[in-house]
């Protein structure tokens, strides 16, 4: 069990998709058990509750994450950077946006409106009898296991897709029922 756990965070990139930090990668560095809670520690020292990493972050192939690292290499005055600060760097389709002039006067826009999309994901999930039969033999240490069934599960492409799509429907949808 413990041997998963490593295997689980090991060499795995993270980007925010949500909070402060949004567009930032993140490379793991160790996995934390603080008073029963599961965290996830990044390079950067920041850290997030397990349970909440796929709310918060989605992960990234590391070839991604590199370009993404050298794209800040390339693109920064010459200063000193640390590899840490090199991670931070949104990733290039995100700096590219920002350079237009839609992007610019979106991005100053004082009075923004908060709305939110909703995504839904087919998962398959054991029936409820056999986890209280799993329970019964092993008891809570299920609950890693049962949570890394379902996460298996995720195809991070198909979820990019799904909320590519809902933004898209979401920005006709909106904007043409208020005009």
């Given amino acids: 069990m413990n041997m998963g756990e490593l295997v689980q965070y090991e060499n795995k990139y993270y980007q925010w998709v949500k909070g402060d930090y949004t567009g930032r990668i993140e490379t793991v560095a160790d996995n934390l058990d603080e008073n029963g809670l599961n965290f996830v520690v990044f390079e950067s020292g920041k850290r997030i509750n397990a349970d909440l990493l796929l709310e918060y972050l989605m992960e990234v192939p590391e070839h991604q994450a590199k370009i993404a690292e050298e794209s800040a290499i390339e693109t ?104």
């Fill in 76 to 179: 920064s005055q010459p200063s000193i950077l640390s590899p840490v600060d090199n991670l931070h760097a949104a990733p290039p389709p995100v700096k590219q946006a920002s350079n237009s002039p839609v992007m610019q006067l979106l991005l100053n826009q004082k009075n923004e409106s908060k709305n939110s999309i909703e995504v839904s994901l087919e998962i398959k999930i054991p029936r409820k009898e056999m986890v209280d039969v799993l329970r019964n033999s092993f008891g809570e240490e299920i609950e890693e296991d049962l949570y890394q069934y379902i996460h298996n599960q995720l195809d991070y492409s198909a979820i990019k897709e799904a909320v590519q799509e809902k933004i898209k429907k979401f920005i006709t949808e909106y904007y043409e029922s208020n005009s």
